[in-house]
């Protein structure tokens, strides 16, 4: 079942399971003094995974990050490296957790570049909805981090899996609210809509 809900001029997109597709419907009436309808490119959900024998709620080499989109994307778009000629793209680069300021949720990012992608991997930031996750000042890096596109006939899946963990300290989050993902508007499907201010958020409230 995937949710709606209105919070400024963007659709928030939420999953209580994998399961998403064909006749997905809004259940917000509407968003501002506009009737609500579904978007064609949007982000449709958002995972965040613990690995084998991790500890819950603490960030950690081996956990995974998985985002998704509605429609094929035009992978050019998210990095100008890659080619529509491919279902299937990997790049390693470094994301982190950023410690928020002034009590701010901690974020998730991609904080390294590539030769690949010029202009960065235009993937946006994940709000992870607490403040415990990093309890430095210093970011915690994971510089070899892997990035595994697979573009499916009607959809996208990027899957991240953080490696190489160095810098900050990282906490035990016991509770939070559901992380954000706020993708960048300007990536698009491969008829041309951009994904737009759409966001998606995470079913869990204690992340990895």
């Known amino acids: 079942m995937i949710r709606a809900v209105a919070v400024a001029t963007a659709v928030v997109l939420a999953t209580?399971?994998?399961?998403?597709g064909a006749g997905l419907a809004l259940s917000t009436a509407h968003l501002g003094a506009g009737a609500a309808s579904t978007p064609a490119m949007y982000p449709v959900w958002l995972q965040l995974t613990n690995k084998t024998n991790g500890t819950a709620g603490k960030v950690q080499s081996g956990d995974s990050i998985t985002f998704a989109w509605s429609q094929q994307i035009d992978e050019t778009t998210l990095c100008s490296g890659w080619s529509n000629s491919?279902?299937?793209?990997?790049?390693t680069l470094q994301w982190s957790v950023v410690n928020g300021a002034s009590g701010a949720h901690d974020k998730l990012q991609?904080?390294?570049s590539s030769s690949t992608c010029v202009g960065g991997l235009h993937i946006g930031?994940?709000?992870l909805g607490s403040t415990g996750y990093d309890t430095s000042t210093t970011s915690i890096d994971f510089p070899t981090t892997t990035n595994v596109l697979s573009v499916g006939?009607?959809?996208t899946?990027?899957?991240v899996t953080l490696n190489g963990q160095v810098n900050g300290t990282a906490g035990t989050v016991s509770s939070g609210t559901a992380a954000v993902w706020t993708p960048v508007a300007t990536v698009k499907d491969r008829s041309g809509r951009a994904c737009g201010t759409n966001l998606a958020q995470s079913s869990a409230t204690v992340q990895f």
């Open 86 to 91: 491919l279902s299937s793209q990997s790049l």
């Open 153 to 155: 006939t009607s959809s």
């Open 110 to 112: 991609v904080t390294g």
């Open 125 to 127: 930031t994940v709000d």
């Open 16 to 20: 209580t399971g994998t399961a998403w």
């Open 157 to 159: 899946t990027l899957t």
